[in-house]
């Protein structure tokens, strides 16, 4: 199995200043067909199922605000929040789609 | 709309086995693969296998193979995940989610159950 590993396991950030969240795959996610990075990010809320971010690492979802990027390619992944909102405390989760499912052990964010 | 509806809450005996249902609506659902995902209580996520609803074909998580049992019923548009043996462990929310079929443009999980939650207690 691809072991997902996320750093920091919890973030405490100021409303308006930026979260970073790394992810790092025991083995590349990079399927070398299309040149895409089978990597995704999901944000998760108390009581919610998680809800997708990202894709291909670095693709927004429709209507997932621009202040959520994602970046990196083969092992070394990161998720970065540019100006966190309150509406933005939840856990987040990387995921690999490259070879079965896995997901890293989540980030929670806070305030 | 897009969606993914699950059968209700479960509560059953240690040895038990859980037959959680996952209806589709609002897009073809033999064009996306259903993923099921489970989350114990305060953990994280944890991939369970998935279902393709056109052949029926399913791949199990290691952990889970002789265990669960994957299928669906397209005349209704609703999947089945089967899980048999019920530990304490077990007790977690399910979801199911889907994600699309084609290996060359897979992109993440972008719609999900609202989760069904099987407490396994004596």
């Known amino acids: 199995d691809i072991v997902m590993t996320q750093s920091p396991d919890s973030l405490a950030v100021s409303l308006g200043e930026r979260a970073t969240i790394n992810c790092k795959s025991s083995q590349s996610v990079l399927y070398t067909s299309n040149n895409k990075n089978y990597l995704a990010w999901y944000q998760q809320k108390p009581g919610q199922p998680p809800k997708l971010l990202i894709y291909w690492a670095s693709t927004r979802e429709s209507g997932v605000p621009d202040r959520f990027s994602g970046s990196g390619s083969g092992t070394n992944f990161t998720l970065t929040i540019s100006s966190l909102q309150a509406e933005d405390v939840a856990v987040y989760y990387c995921?690999?789609?490259?070879?079965?499912?896995?997901f890293g052990q989540g980030t929670k964010v806070e305030v | 709309q897009v969606q993914l509806v699950q059968s209700g809450a479960e509560v059953k005996k240690p040895g038990a086995s859980v037959k959680v249902s996952c209806k589709a609506s609002g897009y073809t659902f033999t064009d996306y693969f259903i993923h099921w995902v489970r989350q114990a209580p305060g953990q994280g996520l944890e991939g369970m296998g998935w279902l393709n609803p056109n052949s029926g074909d399913t791949a199990y998580a290691q952990k889970f193979r002789g265990r669960v049992t994957m299928t669906r019923d397209t005349s209704i548009s609703t999947a089945y995940m089967d899980l048999s043996g019920l530990t304490s462990d077990d007790t977690a929310v399910y979801y199911c989610?889907?994600?699309?079929?084609?290996?060359?443009?897979?992109?993440?999980?972008?719609?999900w159950g609202q989760g069904t939650t099987v407490t396994v207690s004596s």
């Open positions: 995921q690999q789609y490259y070879y079965a499912r896995t």
């Open positions: 989610a889907r994600q699309g079929a084609r290996t060359d443009d897979l992109r993440g999980m972008d719609v």
